[in-house]
């Protein structure tokens, strides 16, 4: 079993930036990549980022790229999504997810293909 946890969510101004962490734990952890996740009330859980976690390729949603960063820290097992010029349509609860059981770096994009998740961090960006 994998747990995963989150922190580094918050309240932000518009044009702000925050650092999300998502530490990883549980059984001897191996995996092919770790995602992030968002989900704003009312709507669809959708693909923010995702990193490839022994290559280190990074894939990222239209909609945050060159505002958002993902990077992992292998020996930590730990996984980061920096999220700079925040805004308002940002906010939503950031979920980390692992992929262990192998696959196409295609379908990274895709939630269903995760088999462990965490808890989730709320990120909130005030106007």
């Known amino acids: 079993q994998v747990q995963l946890a989150e922190s580094g969510g918050g309240l932000v101004q518009a044009g702000g930036s925050l650092r999300l962490s998502c530490a990883a734990s549980?059984?001897?952890?191996?995996?092919?990549?770790l995602g992030w996740f968002r989900q704003a009330p009312g709507q669809e859980r959708e693909f923010v980022a995702a990193i490839g976690w022994i290559g280190g390729n990074t894939y990222y949603a239209d909609s945050v790229k060159g505002r958002f960063t993902i990077s992992r820290d292998n020996a930590k097992n730990t996984v980061y999504l920096q999220v700079n010029s925040l805004k308002p349509e940002d906010t939503a609860v950031y979920y980390c997810?692992?992929?262990?059981?192998?696959?196409?770096?295609?379908?990274?994009?895709?939630?269903?293909?995760?088999?462990?998740w965490g808890q989730g961090t709320q990120v909130t960006v005030s106007s």
């Open positions: 549980g059984r001897a952890f191996t995996s092919y990549a």
């Open positions: 997810a692992a992929k262990v059981s192998p696959g196409y770096s295609s379908f990274y994009y895709y939630a269903y293909v995760y088999d462990y």
